[in-house]
C-alpha cells in the first residue's frame, strides 16, 4: 500500500481516495496572532481571511503573497459570499453582520434582535434563496481580545436567518455556544458546530444536523463528535463529506457520520475553505498561521464565482 506523507492520518480506507500521496502541506502565510474567516475569490485568485486581534482582513495571492484588504475592520471573524459575490463577514467589535457591496461601501444585514444587542456574530453561510445564516456565540464579549468585553444582551445564544426580504428571525435557540456552519450540497441538511464546552466541560464537542425546508429547521441530533479539541469552522465537498477544524487539525466525515481521516496540522485550527485556480486546494487558518494542501475533491460551494471590491 502507498505511503501516505505524515500530515495525514487515515481511519477509513474511503479518505485515500480524498488525498494524495505526494501532496505537501505547506504554510502560505505567517505571523498572525488568530486566523479565521478564509474565502476564496475565484476571480483575483485570491484568499481572503481574518486575523481577528489585529483588527484586519488579509488577503493571499500566489503571485503577490500577503496584503492587507481591511484595516480596522471591528474584529471581524467568519465571512463569506453572497449569491451577487460580495463580502459577508462577522464583526466582533460592532457586534453585527456587514455586507461589501461592489463599490466597497458597507452594509448593515443585522446588529440586534427584539430591541437588543446581537452577542458577537461568529460564522456565516448563505443559501441558494439569498438568505444569510448565522451563528452569535459570546466570543467576541468574554474578553477585550476578539473584541470588547460586554455582558450578553441576548438571553440565548442563537442561529439566525435573515430572509431576502431582511426579516431576521432565531432558526435555533438550543446552543450553548453554536459556531461553525455549512450547507450539505444539496442544502438539505444545515450542519451547526457545537463549542461549547470551551466554557463548560459538560458540553460535547459536537457537530449537530438540522434539516432544512425553507427557513425552517428540523434537529436530526448529533452528526459526529469531536475527539480532539472543538469543532469550530467547517465545509462540505461536492460527495457531501464534511471537513471540520479541530484541535489537532482537519477532521473528515463521510455523509453518515463517519470519521474518515485527518490532515493534522502543528497549529491550532479555526476554519477552512477549498480554492486554488481548479479548487481542489484546501486553505486552513490555524492560530498563527495559514496552510493549504491539495485534496482530490472540490468544495460544494460555488468556489469560482465572487466578485472582490
Known amino acids: 500500500m502507498i505511503t501516505l506523507p505524515q500530515h495525514i492520518e487515515v481511519h477509513d480506507d474511503r ?3 480524498l488525498t494524495h500521496p505526494m501532496s505537501k502541506l505547506e504554510r502560505i502565510a505567517e505571523g498572525f496572532t488568530w ?9 483575483r485568485d485570491a484568499l481572503l481571511f481574518s486575523d481577528i486581534p489585529s483588527r484586519r482582513i488579509m488577503m493571499w495571492n500566489e503571485t503577490t503573497g500577503v496584503s492587507l484588504y481591511r484595516g480596522e475592520s471591528g474584529f471581524n471573524n467568519g465571512n463569506t459570499r453572497d449569491r451577487q459575490g460580495r463580502l459577508i463577514g462577522c464583526r466582533h467589535g460592532a457586534r453585527d453582520v456587514v455586507r461589501t457591496e461592489h463599490d466597497g461601501t458597507l452594509t448593515v444585514l443585522a446588529g440586534s434582535h427584539e430591541g437588543k444587542r446581537l452577542n458577537s456574530p461568529n460564522d456565516v453561510v448563505v443559501s441558494s434563496d439569498g438568505a444569510v445564516w ?3 456565540p459570546t466570543y467576541g464579549i468574554i474578553s477585550d481580545f476578539e ?4 455582558v ?3 438571553p440565548a445564544r442563537n442561529v439566525y436567518r435573515i430572509a431576502p426580504s431582511g426579516e431576521m428571525t432565531v432558526a435555533v435557540g438550543d446552543f450553548q455556544q453554536p459556531n461553525g456552519l455549512c450547507f450539505s450540497p444539496d442544502e438539505s441538511i444545515l450542519y451547526i458546530a457545537e463549542s461549547g464546552s470551551s466554557h463548560d466541560d459538560t458540553v460535547p464537542s459536537v457537530i449537530r444536523q ?6 425552517t429547521l428540523t434537529d436530526q441530533g448529533v452528526f459526529a463528535t469531536i475527539d480532539n479539541g472543538l469543532p469550530d469552522g467547517m465545509r462540505c465537498d461536492q460527495a457531501g463529506n464534511l471537513w471540520s477544524s479541530a484541535a ?3 477532521h473528515c466525515f463521510a455523509p453518515d457520520g ?4 485527518k490532515i493534522l496540522v502543528p497549529e491550532l485550527v479555526s476554519n477552512l475553505c477549498f480554492g486554488g485556480p481548479d479548487g481542489q486546494r484546501m486553505y486552513i487558518t490555524a492560530t498563527t498561521s495559514v496552510y493549504r494542501v491539495f485534496v482530490d475533491t472540490k468544495g460544494a460551494e460555488p468556489w469560482t464565482r465572487g466578485r472582490l471590491c
Open 15 to 17: 479518505f485515500r481516495a
Open 35 to 43: 486566523t479565521e474567516g478564509p474565502v476564496w475569490f475565484g476571480d
Open 134 to 136: 448565522f451563528t452569535d
Open 147 to 150: 473584541g470588547y468585553r460586554a
Open 152 to 154: 450578553p444582551e441576548q
Open 210 to 215: 438540522f434539516g432544512v425546508d425553507g427557513g
Open 248 to 250: 489537532d487539525g482537519v
Open 258 to 261: 463517519t470519521l474518515l481521516g
